[in-house]
Each structure stands twice: as structure tokens, then as C-alpha cells.
Nanobody, 124 residues
């Protein structure tokens, strides 16, 4: 059974930092491109970042460049999202997603595996 379990969300003040984790099981993690998406209340789900299965190339949405960093530890079947300089606009549920041998697409329809999400709330 494939599972993606996010953790690390919470309440933080603007300018603060959080580190999200997504632990995967039941899949060959090293062959999966992993991504983070987020969804704010009343809005569509947006791409945040992705890290390729091979070589670790990363991609970021423009609104997080320079503030967020995606990384992975294949030995621990875990992908991370380090979020710095957080803004109230970053408030959302953050989801991790996986696509086997994927190209790092920003289209959420291309990801078959999803976690349940973790809430991030940034206060002003």
C-alpha cells in the first residue's frame, strides 16, 4: 500500500521558517519525482516545487524562489520542503505528490500519489 505522509506544518509568524517532511512507503521512492503543492481556502491547488527522481534537479514556482528549498533523502524515503521568510500569503494546506520517473511537472493531474496534506498558517 502506497502512503505519503506529510508532517511539520503549524502556525508561524511572518518572516519565520518551517520545514515540511513527506515520508513515503510502499513505493520505489528513488524512482519517483516528488513535488509539493499547496491549496489555500477557496483557491485552486498550486504547484510549489519539485525534485526529480534522477539527479535531483529542482523546480520552483516563481512565488517561492529564493525562499523555499526542496530536497530529498532517498535512504529515508523522505522529501523535504524548507520554507523561509514565510508570508501570510503562504497560508495553505501543503501536499506532497509523487510521479514515477516524472519530469517535474507543475500540473497536479500528472501526479498519481498524494499525501493527506499538512496545514501551514502564517500570521501577520
Amino acid at each position: 500500500q502506497v502512503q505519503l505522509v506529510e508532517s511539520g506544518g503549524g502556525l508561524v509568524q511572518a518572516g519565520g521558517s518551517l520545514r515540511l517532511s513527506c515520508a513515503a512507503s510502499g513505493l520505489a521512492f528513488s524512482t519517483y519525482t516528488m513535488a509539493w503543492f499547496r491549496q489555500a481556502p477557496g483557491k485552486e491547488r498550486d504547484f510549489v516545487a519539485a525534485i526529480l527522481w534522477s539527479g535531483g534537479t529542482t523546480y520552483y514556482a516563481d512565488f517561492v524562489k529564493g525562499r523555499f528549498t526542496v530536497s530529498r533523502d532517498d535512504a529515508k524515503n523522505t522529501v523535504f520542503l524548507q520554507m523561509n521568510s514565510l508570508k501570510p500569503a503562504d497560508t495553505a494546506i501543503y501536499y506532497c505528490a509523487g510521479q514515477r520517473r516524472g519530469p517535474g511537472s507543475a500540473d497536479d493531474r500528472e501526479y498519481r500519489r498524494w499525501g493527506q496534506g499538512t496545514q501551514v498558517t502564517v500570521s501577520s
